[in-house]
């Protein structure tokens, strides 16, 4: 059974930091991209961050770059998200995708609330 489960969001404060954990089993975490997304009330879900299993090359999108971190440990099948200078902006609920083009696989976890107060 493929099984992505997010944690590690919550309420904190302008300028604060919050470390979000992608805990992923049921696939071969090396062959997959692990991608984290954000959807805001009202708006369509943005790309925030992915990171490659087999070479840990990454990607990170402009609205985010310099403030968000994405990291994985393979041993764990586990991505991380490390967000910093948190903005109201970037309150959103915050879920992960491992994604197979070659096989056509996508899967999401439940995602994971990040509230940012001003």
């Known amino acids: 059974e493929v099984q992505l489960v997010e944690s590690g969001g919550g309420l904190v404060q302008a300028g604060g930091s919050l470390r979000l954990s992608c805990a992923t089993s049921g696939f071969a975490f090396d062959d997959y991209v692990i991608g984290w997304f954000r959807q805001a009330p009202g708006k369509e879900r943005e790309g925030v961050s992915c990171i490659s299993g087999r070479d840990g090359s990454t990607y990170t999108a402009d609205s985010v770059r310099g403030r968000f971190t994405i990291s994985s440990d393979n041993a764990k099948n586990t991505v991380y998200l490390q967000m910093n200078s948190l903005t109201p902006e970037d309150t959103a609920v915050y879920s992960c995708?491992?994604?197979?083009?070659?096989?056509?696989?996508?899967?999401w976890g439940q995602g994971t609330q990040v509230t940012v107060s001003s």
């Open positions: 995708n491992a994604e197979n083009s070659r096989l056509a696989r996508s899967y």
